[in-house]
């Protein structure tokens, strides 16, 4: 995972990406579709119709990043609404980047004395 600044906020795009977009095309889809700045250094994920690929959009204050990212097995968890944005924590980013269900994460034990 890249280590993001503090503040950075995590931007997934709801509904349906065109995977075909690249940097330019995604950027003009924060400005119009999300009303947000793409080159303020938020992080803007978006994803395909198959769900198996995400693309992530990142202004680093020098260049604009595009990653992607395609899961050979299974899919990608996304929110149910068609249209707007879904703001994430970096550890729900990194959860969503390993295919984990990032809304309902599940421990692996549970304490069963509290001492």
């Not at 906020?9 to 579709?33: C, Q, Y």
């Not at 990043?65 to 050979?72: I, N, V, Y």
Request: proline letters at 4%; one cysteine or more.
């Amino acid at each position: 995972m890249i280590g993001l600044p503090a503040g950075t906020r995590i931007w997934l795009a709801a509904g349906i990406t065109d995977m075909r977009a690249g940097m330019n095309g995604l950027a003009a889809k924060v400005d119009s579709a999300l009303k947000e700045n793409p080159y303020s250094g938020h992080v803007f994920v978006f994803r395909g119709r198959r769900g198996d690929m995400i693309k992530v959009l990142w202004w680093t204050g020098d260049g604009l990043c595009l990653l992607a990212k395609r899961l050979e097995k299974g899919r990608f968890v996304w929110p149910q609404a068609s249209s707007g944005s879904v703001t994430l924590s970096q550890a729900q980013l990194s959860m969503l980047l390993e295919g984990i269900d990032w809304r309902r994460p599940e421990r692996t034990w549970q304490p069963t004395l509290a001492l």
